[in-house]
């Protein structure tokens, strides 16, 4: 088997190294720098997972499917044991993780959310547990449920969950997103009765392939329900079809569907009829999924790299859109300064000009032929008077000090609103009466 499956694997199959792998994760950890705690809590939740993912060493398996459809009844199938209690449970509010342990027999773990661990040596405790009440939500004080079993198939560290219902609620949802996300496999059971439906195909496009999961294949169930071998070929053509359109990227050797009528096949098991386990088909099944692992565990940095990529890629639309918006806001805030520095250049050459002009009236007022027209007169009488010292400080000064206050006050005013603090003062020195000779 594993000769006949080793070639289109490595021809379809790009390898990756982990390294590729760390320089996924340092791209996606430094994206989350950027996201926003409250409004991009879903892409941070998505990377914490992803993280998760690549450090879990244990092959983890989860089965999607409405209630009903039989999911835990595939799990106990493909264990050849009774490990969930499918009839007890209606549906399963909680997923359920199945794993490994040595010791015989089955033993479940249900951890709060108080940090209390319920124990007990079977499965029977989860109808108490993993049931959804009335109104259909699950138990809220249930944090986790962990049912270990010494199961063969379980030994090389894989793990098996059960988890809620598609069909449940908005809430489960939610939940089964998570799921999907951290798991390494998914099966997706069908119904015999109603074959893959447009919600299903909906929800596998935007739960798995958008998000970059295609490590996926399909059980169709119950077909023992279905009577007529006509119907029951239409069934799996149809879905096989229904499947195909979506897209799946499955290695070449991997088949899309499997027929697999879980309660017969649990029921042989138990009573040991070979010839209704091979019809049943759980046995091709178990063989084949044996293989899918095997060869999936090898590729697992693959899968990790494609739903990085993809989270990336949701993670980059996000962020552009905030660099876009980023832009706006710093065209506006430099058109506003720019605006801004415009009003002030044009103060401030009003300033400087409003200066300028005292200071050449000043300069006019100073200039020998004015000062002559206007002073000479009381200039000489003061002079003949003896009187010019007192003369010059209380009436030419006076003049003079005016000249400076006016200049003093534009400069002032401008610094006051430039924000400079105080202009140092205008100081002008008289200088002494010459020394009659
Ligand atoms: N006839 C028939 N009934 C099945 C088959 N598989 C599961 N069931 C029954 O379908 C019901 C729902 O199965 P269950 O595993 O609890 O579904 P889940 O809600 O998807 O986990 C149970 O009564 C099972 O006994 C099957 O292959 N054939
Ligand atoms: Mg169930």
Known sequence: MAKKIQAPLSSNTPTFSSSNLSSAIDILQESAKYLERDKDRKFLHDIELILYRSKNS???????????????????????????????????????????RKQEGIETEITLRSGELIKQNSSNILSEFAVLDRKGKPRSDVDSIEVFSC???????IQLVDLPGTNDSHRQDKIIKDEVLKSDLIIQVLNANQAFTLDEQEKSKQW??????????????????IEDELDRKEILDDATLNIKSINLSLPNWAKFIYRVDALPALKATKEKHFLSLLKSGIIEFRVHLSTFIYFHKKIKIYHDLMRISSLLSSIKKVLDIKIASLNRDLNALIRERQTTIKKEKQRQDFFISEVENRI????????VEALTKVYETEFAEAIENHSDNTWRDNKFKFVVERYVDTIESIIKKATLEFRKGDPERITISFPNRPNEV
């Not at 050449?360 to 200039?367: A, E, K, P, T």
């Open 58 to 100: 244990h092959f983890r398996i989860v089965f999607l499917a409405p209630f009903n459809f039989g999911k835990s009844t595939l799990i106990n199938a493909i264990l050849g044991a009774e490990v969930l209690p499918s009839k007890a449970i209606r549906t399963t509010g909680i997923p359920i993780e199945i794993k490994y």
């Open 151 to 157: 199961n063969r198939f379980l030994k090389r560290k």
């Open 208 to 225: 798995l392939l958008d998000r970059g999961i295609k490590a996926s294949i399909f059980v169709v169930n119950k077909m023992n329900q």
């Open 360 to 367: 050449q009236q000043y300069r006019n007022w100073l200039s």
